[in-house]
């Protein structure tokens, strides 16, 4: 039996190529959710073909968005009481060749990898090994990723760097790329006539939004230094921190707007001049499309486009103002990959016996 847990839209992104292949062999699966994105999760699942989920664990802060440590706090418990709640009569229930997969490093990766180790079946990492090497940067993502390195039992690893990292673990499966690469290829190519010139800006993490010297001098030189105007894109996480900087500055180039479905965000980037953004999914997806990047980050656990189309800022200002004004010489045409990283993982889950149809079981 496979269980995907996730609670931000984008594990969902990143998980849906791996369960489209799986509902194509006919292989049933379940989706327990927490919420840690609220309703934007919800109603992002339909455009990603992902079907209305089995089972909530919980529902963000009551039902609204996690906006502080304490918003935090009241979701872990949530969770806390479900548990207590029901781990007893899963743990009868569920079949013994149940496997829980969790998706990266965020909060909800750590609490599915928990509640595997408390129903006592296995749990499966997808993208899993990567470091930054300093616990600091990113926070909380990479004590996040490191936690779960510790229970799992299967990590399925987007590169070779990755794979390295957890060459003293065993069940390494080594996928050739991030699933994202498939939930970019799956919707297929692309073609606009537009002649509108733009940029894509997406800040989002904790460790930025939190500093607020940081983010404002960011969107300062945001606002002055860049050639064409920018599509600023924001969600309830980021909202209230990406307005009050820029209201500070004034919109100059900027142009603040919600945030996109994932097929028309995609759309979007292939037509940008350029990105400037904090996000790993993005960085992946970057370097697949080949649109010139500054990922926004002081450090980062990611090697993909990174010499080629990606610059890493390291928080650097000179970094990002000499980046917009030659971010053209960084495009590159798009890569196909050889291999499709959610066909990997989905071999391996049959192989290792979790899918009624699956092979011998793999140990």
């Known amino acids: 039996m496979i269980i995907f847990i996730y609670g931000t839209t984008a594990e969902a992104i990143k998980i849906a190529p791996i369960a489209r292949r799986l509902a194509e062999r006919g292989i049933a699966y379940q989706q327990w959710l927490t919420l840690q994105h609220t309703t934007a999760l919800l109603q992002v699942l339909p455009t990603l073909g992902l079907e209305e989920p089995d089972l909530l664990i919980a529902n963000g802060n009551n039902g609204e968005p996690l906006r502080s440590s304490k918003d935090v706090i009241r979701w872990l418990f949530q969770i806390w009481k479900w548990l207590r709640k029901n781990a007893k009569s899963l743990r009868s229930t569920l079949p013994s060749d149940t496997v829980i997969v969790v998706h990266g490093d965020t909060l909800t990766t750590v609490v599915g990898a928990y509640i595997a180790k408390r129903l006592k079946v296995d749990c499966a990492h997808v993208e899993a090994g990567l470091r930054s090497g300093n616990w600091r940067h990113p926070f909380p993502e990479e ?27 065993p069940n390494v499966v080594f996928t050739h790329g991030n ?28 460790e930025l939004i939190s ?34 900087a820029v209201a500070k500055f004034g919109l100059g180039t900027l142009t603040a707007q919600p945030k996109l479905r994932h097929q028309e965000f995609i759309g979007m980037i292939r037509r940008a001049q350029f990105i400037v953004t904090d996000s790993g999914g993005i960085q992946a997806e970057a370097a697949l499309i080949g649109v ?33 004004k030659n971010s053209e010489g960084f495009r590159k045409h798009l890569q196909r990959p050889a291999h499709s990283p959610s066909d990997v993982i989905v071999d391996d889950l049959i192989a290792r016996g979790y899918a009624e149809n699956g092979a011998e079981r793999k140990r």
Not at 179 to 206: C, M, N, P, W, Y
Not at 292 to 301: A, C, G, V, Y
């Open 292 to 324: 010139p990047t500054l990922i926004h980050r002081k450090t980062t656990e990611q090697a993909e486009g990174l010499g080629r189309n990606i610059v890493l800022s390291e928080w650097k200002t000179e970094r990002l103002t000499e980046f917009l």
């Open 143 to 169: 004590l996040d990723r490191r936690i779960v390195g510790t229970m799992a039992t299967i990590h399925y690893t987007p590169s070779l760097e990755s794979t390295e990292n957890l060459s003293s673990k």
């Open 179 to 206: 699933t994202v690469i498939d939930a970019v290829l799956d919707q297929g190519d692309f073609i606009s006539e537009e002649s509108e010139k733009f940029g894509v800006v997406l800040l989002h993490r904790f």
């Open 211 to 244: 500093n607020q010297q940081l983010l404002e001098q960011t969107i300062s030189t945001l606002a002055t230094e860049s050639p064409y105007p920018i599509k600023l894109m924001v969600d309830a996480y980021s909202e209230h921190a990406l307005t009050g």
